[in-house]
């Protein structure tokens, strides 16, 4: 389930994730909002035909995560990404205050879209950043649906995420020690 609320020219996508940390096979799960430049694409149709929106080019990453293995709620995992080169993030960057508060920090993100400070996103139009900003409150809520403690069993972290199964399987492929990944937790998103 992705949850997209988008001005004319920016998309936040939010959704429930799960992440295999690919240094130690840890596994990792929570809220990801991600921050997409919208696609200028053709008119179709008529006046009144439907349009294509399509979140295109990301430009920002936020990861409020769990690991599995943690007590729900601690966000022991919560990073972001500042930026996109492409279509991969930048390595992630921890932040204390994401940690111990990451729907205060993701709140405090959202309505500084478009301030230019170093942890935020560009390019954004001005009109694009403030409604962004306005919605920061929305975002937040939605947000809090996908929290790692929300998510009670394999079971239900699977419902979510049963769209990325070929990024979980990617995930296991570019393991560097395979053999400290716990295969029964990761079966869902692995069987044929």
Same mark, same amino acid.
């Given at each position: 389930?992705?949850h997209? @609320?988008?001005?004319?020219?920016a998309?936040?996508?939010?959704?429930? /994730?799960?992440?295999?940390?690919?240094? $130690?096979?840890?596994?990792?799960?929570?809220c990801?909002v991600?921050?997409? *430049?919208?696609?200028?694409? !053709?008119h179709? &149709?008529?006046?009144?035909?439907a349009?294509?929106?399509?979140? $295109?080019r990301?430009?920002?990453?936020?990861?409020? +995560?769990?690991? @599995?293995?943690?007590?729900?709620g601690?966000f022991?995992?919560?990073? +972001?990404?500042?930026?996109f *080169?492409g279509?991969?993030?930048?390595?992630?960057v921890? $932040?204390d205050?994401?940690?111990a508060?990451? /729907? &205060?920090?993701?709140?405090?993100?959202?309505?500084?879209?478009?301030?230019?400070?170093?942890?935020?996103?560009?390019?954004?139009?001005? *009109?694009?950043?403030a &409604?962004?900003?306005?919605m920061?409150?929305?975002?937040?809520?939605v947000a809090?649906?996908?929290?790692p403690?929300?998510?009670?069993?394999?079971?239900e972290?699977?419902?979510?995420?049963? !769209?990325?199964?070929?990024?979980v399987?990617?995930?296991?492929?570019?393991?560097q $020690?395979?053999?400290? @990944? !716990?295969?029964?937790?990761?079966?869902l /998103?692995?069987?044929?």
């Amino acid at each position: 389930m992705i949850h997209m @609320l988008t001005t004319a020219g920016a998309a936040l996508l939010v959704r429930h /994730w799960f992440e295999i940390d690919l240094e $130690d096979a840890s596994m990792e799960h929570g809220c990801r909002v991600e921050l997409r *430049e919208v696609a200028r694409v !053709d008119h179709r &149709g008529s006046e009144s035909a439907a349009q294509v929106v399509a979140a $295109d080019r990301p430009l920002w990453r936020a990861d409020p +995560f769990d690991r @599995l293995s943690d007590e729900p709620g601690t966000f022991a995992a919560a990073h +972001f990404h500042p930026y996109f *080169e492409g279509n991969e993030p930048c390595d992630r960057v921890w $932040d204390d205050r994401l940690t111990a508060d990451p /729907w &205060g920090w993701l709140r405090e993100q959202v309505s500084r879209f478009g301030s230019g400070s170093a942890s935020q996103p560009a390019p954004l139009g001005p *009109e694009d950043a403030a &409604g962004l900003r306005a919605m920061a409150d929305e975002v937040v809520a939605v947000a809090q649906r996908f929290s790692p403690a929300r998510c009670a069993s394999q079971s239900e972290c699977y419902r979510l995420t049963r !769209d990325a199964r070929q990024s979980v399987r990617l995930m296991v492929e570019y393991l560097q $020690d395979p053999s400290r @990944l !716990d295969k029964d937790a990761v079966s869902l /998103w692995t069987e044929e």
